[in-house]
């Protein structure tokens, strides 16, 4: 296969394309054949509306190179603006192949300090952001195995460190990406019956919620590499939305600069059992056992 056509004639959906690492995935996708959705509703950092209009921007690009693409706004955490969406890219194209789910904020506060509005919004964005828009391309794609049509389909969701690992100042962010953790690997399980893949990234490059976390690294260099443009992380994801990764569900992979890297989740650790109820008094050297057994835990970023 060509690989700059990796993506022939597949129509994929990438959320929060309008700018930082989700425009990149549409024009990466685009330079591959596809025919994109640009969905962004043009939001400030922190979610407040604007009057911008990004998504079509984005889609000018991509004309202008050649290519097939038409802007979307709905919001994907509103259940009916997820399913406009899908049908969007199903009536403009034909059909849905790949969703990129990349939409977020952030609204950073140390855990003591966060409101509960700033806790709803940010789990809204991102997890429902991810399930919503997941929920009703699977509906579309499981009646499309139904009908006896080959479904040959992809999700590729966005997770992070933050989620993996834990970041200080940002409880909210980093519960909603490790829900989508979570989430990823459910959905693996469930959509594979329709001929559905499921995996996530965790990405570090420089945008505009990641500046001012990391502001002492993610400067752009004055020449040569840019490890922190979010364009490296763009072709692992379009090769996760391309028939070449049929085989590869379930996964959680890191994505910074040139490195790509299998993330290891959460596993059985070592165990003691001593078949019967423990007496609290005896668990203080069992607990000891374990954690100088076990591996240390990875760094929470911040910390």
Wanted: charged share 20%; proline share 3%; with cysteine.
């Amino acid at each position: 296969m060509d690989q700059q056509l990796i993506c022939a004639d597949r129509t994929v959906i990438v959320t929060g394309a309008g700018r930082g690492i989700g425009r990149a995935h549409a024009l990466a996708f685009a330079a591959a054949g596809a025919r994109v959705v640009v969905n962004d509703v043009g939001t400030a950092l922190d979610g407040a509306p604007t009057s911008e209009t990004p998504a079509q921007q984005v889609v000018d690009e991509i004309v202008a190179a050649g290519g097939q693409a038409v802007a979307n706004y709905d919001d994907v955490a509103d259940w009916d603006g997820a399913r406009r969406l899908v049908r969007q890219a199903v009536d403009t194209f034909g059909g849905l192949d790949v969703l990129v789910n990349n939409a977020g904020f952030v609204r950073d506060r140390m855990l003591v300090n966060l409101s509960e509005e700033e806790w709803d919004a940010v789990i809204r964005v991102h997890l429902k952001g991810h399930f919503a828009t997941m929920r009703h391309a699977a509906e579309y794609w499981r009646g499309e195995a139904k009908a006896g049509r080959a479904v040959d389909a992809r999700v590729i969701n966005t997770s992070s460190g933050a989620g993996l690992q834990g970041s200080v100042g940002q409880g909210n962010y980093g519960a909603a990406k490790a829900g989508i953790a979570g989430l990823t690997l459910t959905a693996a399980a469930e959509f594979g019956r329709y001929g559905v893949t499921v995996n996530a990234i965790a990405p570090a490059a420089r945008t505009r919620m990641t500046e001012t976390v990391f502001a002492d690294t993610m400067a752009a260099p004055d020449a040569g590499f840019d490890a922190m443009d979010p364009a490296n992380i763009s072709p692992l994801v379009v090769w996760l939305g391309s028939s070449e990764s049929a085989e590869v569900t379930g996964r959680m992979f890191e994505v910074e600069g040139g490195k790509v890297a299998l993330a290891e989740g959460w596993r059985h650790g070592i165990a003691v059992d001593r078949g019967a109820r423990w007496d609290p008094a005896e668990l203080g050297p069992v607990v000891a056992q374990l954690i100088e057994k076990g591996a240390e835990p990875e760094p929470v970023y911040g910390a």
